[in-house]
Protein backbone atom coordinates (compact mmCIF):
# COMPACT_ATOMS: atom_id res chain seq x y z
CA UNK A 1 0.00 0.00 0.00
CA UNK A 2 1.23 3.67 -0.49
CA UNK A 3 0.30 6.94 0.52
CA UNK A 4 1.06 10.72 0.51
CA UNK A 5 3.56 10.64 4.04
CA UNK A 6 5.41 6.86 2.47
CA UNK A 7 8.59 7.10 0.20
CA UNK A 8 6.32 5.21 -2.58
CA UNK A 9 3.64 7.36 -2.93
CA UNK A 10 2.42 7.73 -6.21
CA UNK A 11 3.13 4.24 -7.51
CA UNK A 12 0.14 2.49 -8.56
CA UNK A 13 -0.26 -1.20 -9.50
CA UNK A 14 -0.37 -1.66 -13.15
CA UNK A 15 0.49 1.71 -13.81
CA UNK A 16 2.41 2.44 -17.00
CA UNK A 17 6.59 2.87 -15.48
CA UNK A 18 5.98 6.79 -16.82
CA UNK A 19 8.49 6.88 -20.19
CA UNK A 20 6.15 6.28 -22.75
CA UNK A 21 7.77 3.50 -23.67
CA UNK A 22 5.40 0.25 -22.97
CA UNK A 23 4.37 0.74 -19.86
CA UNK A 24 1.87 -1.46 -18.04
CA UNK A 25 -1.19 -1.39 -18.93
CA UNK A 26 -3.92 1.05 -16.52
CA UNK A 27 -7.22 2.08 -16.03
CA UNK A 28 -8.77 -1.35 -16.80
CA UNK A 29 -6.46 -2.54 -19.69
CA UNK A 30 -6.31 0.93 -21.58
CA UNK A 31 -2.78 1.55 -22.96
CA UNK A 32 -1.63 4.53 -21.06
CA UNK A 33 0.03 5.94 -24.66
CA UNK A 34 -3.43 6.20 -26.27
CA UNK A 35 -5.32 7.51 -23.85
CA UNK A 36 -6.88 10.41 -25.11
CA UNK A 37 -5.05 10.01 -27.97
CA UNK A 38 -6.32 12.77 -29.72
CA UNK A 39 -5.09 14.89 -26.98
CA UNK A 40 -1.58 14.29 -27.91
CA UNK A 41 1.22 16.44 -29.03
CA UNK A 42 2.97 15.09 -31.89
CA UNK A 43 5.86 18.08 -31.23
CA UNK A 44 6.84 19.08 -27.91
CA UNK A 45 9.69 20.66 -26.15
CA UNK A 46 9.22 17.89 -23.74
CA UNK A 47 10.78 14.72 -23.01
CA UNK A 48 7.34 13.35 -21.30
CA UNK A 49 4.17 12.82 -23.26
CA UNK A 50 1.89 15.97 -23.29
CA UNK A 51 -1.57 16.54 -24.54
CA UNK A 52 -3.16 19.98 -25.25
CA UNK A 53 -6.79 21.22 -26.26
CA UNK A 54 -7.68 25.17 -27.36
CA UNK A 55 -11.03 26.17 -26.57
CA UNK A 56 -12.53 29.46 -27.65
CA UNK A 57 -15.44 31.07 -26.87
CA UNK A 58 -16.61 28.45 -25.30
CA UNK A 59 -16.32 25.95 -27.90
CA UNK A 60 -13.14 23.03 -28.50
CA UNK A 61 -11.20 23.98 -31.19
CA UNK A 62 -8.08 22.54 -31.44
CA UNK A 63 -6.09 19.16 -30.13
CA UNK A 64 -2.44 18.11 -30.15
CA UNK A 65 -1.39 21.30 -31.20
CA UNK A 66 2.55 21.65 -30.70
CA UNK A 67 3.14 22.82 -27.14
CA UNK A 68 5.16 25.64 -28.02
CA UNK A 69 2.02 27.70 -29.43
CA UNK A 70 0.37 27.73 -26.15
CA UNK A 71 2.00 31.82 -25.51
CA UNK A 72 0.60 32.78 -28.91
CA UNK A 73 -2.95 31.23 -28.31
CA UNK A 74 -3.09 32.87 -24.66
CA UNK A 75 -2.71 36.63 -26.58
CA UNK A 76 -6.82 35.61 -27.67
CA UNK A 77 -8.65 36.84 -24.63
CA UNK A 78 -11.06 33.97 -25.55
CA UNK A 79 -8.75 31.24 -25.68
CA UNK A 80 -8.86 28.82 -22.84
CA UNK A 81 -5.89 26.13 -22.73
CA UNK A 82 -5.08 22.86 -21.40
CA UNK A 83 -2.20 21.59 -20.96
CA UNK A 84 -1.35 17.60 -19.52
CA UNK A 85 2.21 16.39 -18.48
CA UNK A 86 2.82 13.02 -18.06
CA UNK A 87 4.97 12.43 -15.34
CA UNK A 88 7.69 15.28 -16.15
CA UNK A 89 11.12 15.60 -14.71
CA UNK A 90 12.44 19.05 -14.38
CA UNK A 91 13.52 20.01 -17.53
CA UNK A 92 10.78 19.35 -18.69
CA UNK A 93 8.58 21.83 -16.64
CA UNK A 94 11.07 24.66 -17.83
CA UNK A 95 8.18 24.79 -20.29
CA UNK A 96 5.42 26.12 -17.88
CA UNK A 97 7.97 29.16 -17.43
CA UNK A 98 8.00 29.96 -20.55
CA UNK A 99 4.68 29.32 -22.08
CA UNK A 100 2.73 30.53 -18.94
CA UNK A 101 5.19 32.31 -17.03
CA UNK A 102 5.07 30.65 -14.15
CA UNK A 103 7.39 31.11 -11.07
CA UNK A 104 10.10 28.62 -10.59
CA UNK A 105 9.57 28.74 -6.49
CA UNK A 106 6.21 27.46 -7.54
CA UNK A 107 6.85 24.86 -10.21
CA UNK A 108 9.02 23.77 -7.73
CA UNK A 109 5.97 22.54 -5.99
CA UNK A 110 5.13 20.23 -8.90
CA UNK A 111 8.40 18.21 -8.70
CA UNK A 112 8.50 17.64 -5.03
CA UNK A 113 6.59 14.07 -4.36
CA UNK A 114 4.17 13.31 -1.21
CA UNK A 115 2.41 16.87 -0.98
CA UNK A 116 -0.35 16.90 1.24
CA UNK A 117 -3.71 17.43 -0.68
CA UNK A 118 -3.99 21.66 -0.58
CA UNK A 119 -4.37 24.65 -2.52
CA UNK A 120 -1.57 27.39 -2.54
CA UNK A 121 -2.61 30.99 -3.96
CA UNK A 122 0.45 32.53 -5.65
CA UNK A 123 0.45 36.21 -7.73
CA UNK A 124 -1.93 35.52 -10.86
CA UNK A 125 -2.58 31.83 -10.12
CA UNK A 126 -3.79 29.07 -8.19
CA UNK A 127 -1.53 25.61 -7.66
CA UNK A 128 -3.34 22.29 -6.28
CA UNK A 129 -2.07 19.27 -5.46
CA UNK A 130 -4.79 16.22 -4.97
CA UNK A 131 -4.68 12.61 -4.96
CA UNK A 132 -6.45 10.19 -7.22
CA UNK A 133 -7.40 6.82 -5.37
CA UNK A 134 -7.69 3.10 -6.89
CA UNK A 135 -9.29 0.49 -4.60
CA UNK A 136 -7.83 -3.48 -5.20
CA UNK A 137 -10.94 -5.38 -4.35
CA UNK A 138 -9.34 -8.21 -3.90
CA UNK A 139 -6.95 -7.55 -1.53
CA UNK A 140 -8.35 -4.28 -0.23
CA UNK A 141 -5.11 -2.69 -0.84
CA UNK A 142 -5.70 1.05 -1.64
CA UNK A 143 -3.40 2.77 -3.94
CA UNK A 144 -2.98 6.29 -5.07
CA UNK A 145 -1.69 8.72 -7.44
CA UNK A 146 -0.23 12.20 -7.08
CA UNK A 147 -1.46 15.15 -9.51
CA UNK A 148 -0.53 18.72 -9.19
CA UNK A 149 -2.21 21.14 -11.20
CA UNK A 150 -1.55 24.96 -11.99
CA UNK A 151 -5.10 27.27 -12.36
CA UNK A 152 -4.58 30.60 -14.30
CA UNK A 153 -7.68 32.54 -15.77
CA UNK A 154 -7.53 31.04 -19.34
CA UNK A 155 -5.25 27.92 -18.36
CA UNK A 156 -5.18 24.67 -16.73
CA UNK A 157 -1.90 23.17 -16.46
CA UNK A 158 -2.24 19.38 -15.26
CA UNK A 159 0.82 17.41 -13.77
CA UNK A 160 0.41 13.49 -13.39
CA UNK A 161 3.25 11.22 -12.03
CA UNK A 162 2.24 8.31 -12.99
CA UNK A 163 -0.76 6.92 -14.64
CA UNK A 164 -3.11 6.30 -11.70
CA UNK A 165 -5.19 8.55 -12.63
CA UNK A 166 -7.74 8.31 -15.80
CA UNK A 167 -6.95 11.45 -17.99
CA UNK A 168 -9.27 10.07 -20.49
CA UNK A 169 -12.22 9.59 -18.08
CA UNK A 170 -11.67 13.66 -17.19
CA UNK A 171 -11.99 14.28 -21.29
CA UNK A 172 -14.79 12.43 -21.28
CA UNK A 173 -16.79 14.95 -18.92
CA UNK A 174 -15.45 17.58 -20.47
CA UNK A 175 -17.06 16.43 -23.72
CA UNK A 176 -20.17 15.58 -22.40
CA UNK A 177 -20.92 18.93 -20.90
CA UNK A 178 -19.98 20.99 -23.84
CA UNK A 179 -22.32 23.41 -23.08
CA UNK A 180 -20.56 24.44 -19.98
CA UNK A 181 -17.43 25.23 -21.73
CA UNK A 182 -18.12 28.63 -22.01
CA UNK A 183 -17.09 28.87 -18.10
CA UNK A 184 -13.78 28.72 -19.21
CA UNK A 185 -11.10 27.30 -16.11
CA UNK A 186 -13.98 26.56 -14.01
CA UNK A 187 -15.26 24.32 -15.92
CA UNK A 188 -12.47 22.40 -16.93
CA UNK A 189 -11.49 22.20 -13.38
CA UNK A 190 -14.71 20.92 -12.41
CA UNK A 191 -14.35 17.93 -14.06
CA UNK A 192 -10.92 17.47 -13.28
CA UNK A 193 -12.11 17.66 -9.07
CA UNK A 194 -15.18 15.99 -9.62
CA UNK A 195 -13.52 12.89 -11.44
CA UNK A 196 -11.35 12.51 -8.40
CA UNK A 197 -13.47 13.10 -5.91
CA UNK A 198 -15.88 10.06 -7.42
CA UNK A 199 -13.01 7.81 -7.01
CA UNK A 200 -12.99 8.89 -3.56
CA UNK A 201 -16.43 8.15 -3.25
CA UNK A 202 -16.12 5.09 -5.00
CA UNK A 203 -13.37 3.78 -3.01
CA UNK A 204 -15.21 4.82 -0.09
CA UNK A 205 -17.86 2.66 -1.45
CA UNK A 206 -15.78 -0.50 -2.20
CA UNK A 207 -14.66 -0.47 1.54
CA UNK A 208 -17.88 -0.22 2.89
CA UNK A 209 -18.91 -3.50 0.72
CA UNK A 210 -15.56 -5.12 1.87
CA UNK A 211 -16.11 -4.38 6.04
CA UNK A 212 -19.39 -5.86 5.18
CA UNK A 213 -18.34 -9.05 3.72
CA UNK A 214 -16.31 -9.59 6.56
CA UNK A 215 -19.07 -9.03 9.10
CA UNK A 216 -20.34 -12.41 7.95
CA UNK A 217 -17.33 -14.03 7.27
CA UNK A 218 -16.74 -12.70 11.39
CA UNK A 219 -19.76 -14.56 12.29
CA UNK A 220 -19.98 -17.78 9.59
CA UNK A 221 -19.42 -21.43 11.13
CA UNK A 222 -16.17 -21.92 9.07
CA UNK A 223 -14.77 -18.32 9.75
CA UNK A 224 -10.81 -18.58 10.00
CA UNK A 225 -9.45 -16.06 12.71
CA UNK A 226 -6.34 -15.59 10.94
CA UNK A 227 -7.64 -14.47 7.83
CA UNK A 228 -10.34 -12.01 9.57
CA UNK A 229 -7.58 -10.58 11.40
CA UNK A 230 -5.58 -9.73 8.70
CA UNK A 231 -8.19 -8.76 6.34
CA UNK A 232 -9.16 -6.27 9.14
CA UNK A 233 -5.93 -4.64 9.51
CA UNK A 234 -5.91 -4.58 5.69
CA UNK A 235 -8.86 -2.18 5.60
CA UNK A 236 -8.23 -0.45 8.40
CA UNK A 237 -5.10 0.57 6.65
CA UNK A 238 -6.54 1.43 3.29
CA UNK A 239 -9.27 3.57 5.33
CA UNK A 240 -5.89 5.80 7.14
CA UNK A 241 -4.64 6.22 3.64
CA UNK A 242 -7.90 7.53 2.13
CA UNK A 243 -8.27 9.59 5.36
CA UNK A 244 -5.37 11.17 4.67
CA UNK A 245 -6.25 11.98 0.81
CA UNK A 246 -10.28 12.60 1.22
CA UNK A 247 -10.05 15.22 4.36
CA UNK A 248 -7.76 17.35 2.97
CA UNK A 249 -10.46 17.81 -0.21
CA UNK A 250 -12.51 19.68 2.14
CA UNK A 251 -10.27 22.32 2.55
CA UNK A 252 -9.77 22.47 -1.32
CA UNK A 253 -13.22 22.29 -2.70
CA UNK A 254 -13.65 24.93 -0.20
CA UNK A 255 -11.53 27.04 -0.75
CA UNK A 256 -12.27 27.30 -4.53
CA UNK A 257 -15.81 28.33 -4.26
CA UNK A 258 -14.10 31.39 -2.76
CA UNK A 259 -15.40 34.61 -4.55
CA UNK A 260 -12.56 36.70 -4.28
CA UNK A 261 -10.63 34.06 -6.43
CA UNK A 262 -12.57 35.29 -8.87
CA UNK A 263 -12.27 31.54 -10.68
CA UNK A 264 -15.76 29.89 -10.35
CA UNK A 265 -18.75 32.20 -12.19
CA UNK A 266 -22.36 31.90 -10.44
CA UNK A 267 -23.95 29.32 -13.09
CA UNK A 268 -20.39 27.23 -11.94
CA UNK A 269 -21.25 27.41 -7.96
CA UNK A 270 -23.85 24.73 -8.09
CA UNK A 271 -21.97 22.37 -9.55
CA UNK A 272 -18.81 22.82 -6.66
CA UNK A 273 -21.85 22.71 -4.03
CA UNK A 274 -22.50 19.29 -5.74
CA UNK A 275 -19.02 18.34 -5.12
CA UNK A 276 -18.35 19.68 -1.84
CA UNK A 277 -21.30 18.00 -1.05
CA UNK A 278 -19.65 14.76 -2.23
CA UNK A 279 -16.36 15.18 -0.62
CA UNK A 280 -18.10 15.92 3.02
CA UNK A 281 -20.20 12.81 2.64
CA UNK A 282 -17.11 10.56 1.26
CA UNK A 283 -15.12 12.06 4.73
CA UNK A 284 -18.22 10.81 7.22
CA UNK A 285 -18.44 7.81 5.62
CA UNK A 286 -14.84 7.23 5.64
CA UNK A 287 -14.76 8.11 9.84
CA UNK A 288 -17.69 6.17 10.26
CA UNK A 289 -15.67 3.01 8.31
CA UNK A 290 -12.86 3.47 10.58
CA UNK A 291 -14.68 2.88 13.89
CA UNK A 292 -16.76 -0.41 12.32
CA UNK A 293 -13.53 -2.00 11.04
CA UNK A 294 -11.93 -1.29 14.73
CA UNK A 295 -14.98 -2.61 16.02
CA UNK A 296 -14.98 -5.64 13.87
CA UNK A 297 -11.17 -6.15 15.09
CA UNK A 298 -12.65 -6.46 18.97
CA UNK A 299 -15.59 -8.61 18.06
CA UNK A 300 -13.61 -11.04 16.35
CA UNK A 301 -10.83 -10.98 19.91
CA UNK A 302 -14.00 -11.53 21.76
CA UNK A 303 -15.33 -14.34 19.63
CA UNK A 304 -12.00 -16.15 19.74
CA UNK A 305 -11.95 -15.77 23.95
CA UNK A 306 -15.86 -16.78 23.65
CA UNK A 307 -14.03 -19.99 21.63
CA UNK A 308 -11.29 -20.66 23.94
CA UNK A 309 -13.90 -20.44 27.15
CA UNK A 310 -16.14 -23.15 25.15
CA UNK A 311 -13.13 -25.60 24.53
CA UNK A 312 -12.21 -25.26 28.30
CA UNK A 313 -15.23 -26.11 29.21
CA UNK A 314 -15.43 -29.13 27.10
CA UNK A 315 -12.20 -29.79 28.16
CA UNK A 316 -12.23 -29.81 31.88
CA UNK A 317 -15.73 -31.47 31.53
CA UNK A 318 -14.41 -34.24 30.01
CA UNK A 319 -11.29 -34.08 32.68
CA UNK A 320 -13.91 -34.62 35.39
CA UNK A 321 -15.01 -37.59 33.59
CA UNK A 322 -12.73 -39.27 32.86
CA UNK A 323 -11.33 -38.73 36.62
CA UNK A 324 -13.87 -40.88 38.23
CA UNK A 325 -12.91 -43.56 36.42
CA UNK A 326 -9.13 -43.40 37.42
CA UNK A 327 -9.62 -42.90 41.21
CA UNK A 328 -11.61 -45.77 41.14
CA UNK A 329 -9.58 -48.30 39.29
CA UNK A 330 -6.53 -46.31 41.60
CA UNK A 331 -8.01 -47.62 44.66
CA UNK A 332 -8.58 -51.13 43.41
CA UNK A 333 -5.67 -51.31 42.30
CA UNK A 334 -3.50 -50.81 45.38
CA UNK A 335 -2.15 -53.95 46.67
CA UNK A 336 -4.16 -53.53 50.07
CA UNK A 337 -6.56 -55.71 51.07
CA UNK A 338 -10.49 -54.08 50.85
CA UNK A 339 -14.31 -55.50 50.19
CA UNK A 340 -14.11 -57.79 47.23
CA UNK A 341 -10.47 -58.03 47.23
CA UNK A 342 -9.48 -60.77 44.92
CA UNK A 343 -12.70 -61.62 44.33
CA UNK A 344 -14.64 -61.03 40.94
CA UNK A 345 -17.24 -58.84 43.09
CA UNK A 346 -14.95 -56.14 43.14
CA UNK A 347 -14.14 -56.16 39.82
CA UNK A 348 -18.12 -55.65 38.99
CA UNK A 349 -18.27 -53.18 41.54
CA UNK A 350 -16.23 -51.24 40.69
CA UNK A 351 -17.16 -51.36 36.89
CA UNK A 352 -20.90 -50.26 38.13
CA UNK A 353 -19.22 -47.55 40.25
CA UNK A 354 -17.22 -46.13 37.26
CA UNK A 355 -19.99 -46.33 34.74
CA UNK A 356 -22.76 -44.96 37.10
CA UNK A 357 -20.29 -41.84 37.66
CA UNK A 358 -19.63 -41.66 34.46
CA UNK A 359 -22.55 -41.54 32.90
CA UNK A 360 -23.75 -39.00 35.71
CA UNK A 361 -21.18 -36.48 35.00
CA UNK A 362 -21.83 -36.71 31.04
CA UNK A 363 -25.32 -36.27 31.51
CA UNK A 364 -25.03 -33.12 33.99
CA UNK A 365 -22.18 -31.77 31.83
CA UNK A 366 -24.38 -31.94 28.90
CA UNK A 367 -27.63 -29.98 30.50
CA UNK A 368 -25.37 -27.62 31.56
CA UNK A 369 -24.26 -27.22 27.61
CA UNK A 370 -20.63 -27.68 29.23
CA UNK A 371 -20.02 -30.83 26.56
Known sequence: MVHPDSPDAGAVDGAGDGDGDGGQPAFGGIDP???????????????????????????????????????????DESAVIWLDLRDPDPDDLEVLSAEFGLHPVAIEDAVVEHERPKLDRYNGYLFLAAYGVSLDSVSGELATSELAAFITKRALVTIRKDDGLDIGAVLSYWDASPDLAKYGVGYLLHGLIDHIVDGHFAAVRGLDDAIEALEDQLFSDDSVDREVQRRSFQLRKSLVLLRRVVLPMREVVNALMRRDLQLITDPM??????????????????????????????TNLTIQGNRMNVITKKVTSWAAIVAVPTFVTGFYGMNVPYPGFSAQSGAVVSIAIMLVAAITLYFVFKRKDWL
Open 269 to 298: QPYYQDVYDHVLRATEWTESLRDLVTTILE
Open 33 to 75: DKVAASALCEFTPTKCQARTRLYRRGVLELEGFPVADISEYLQ
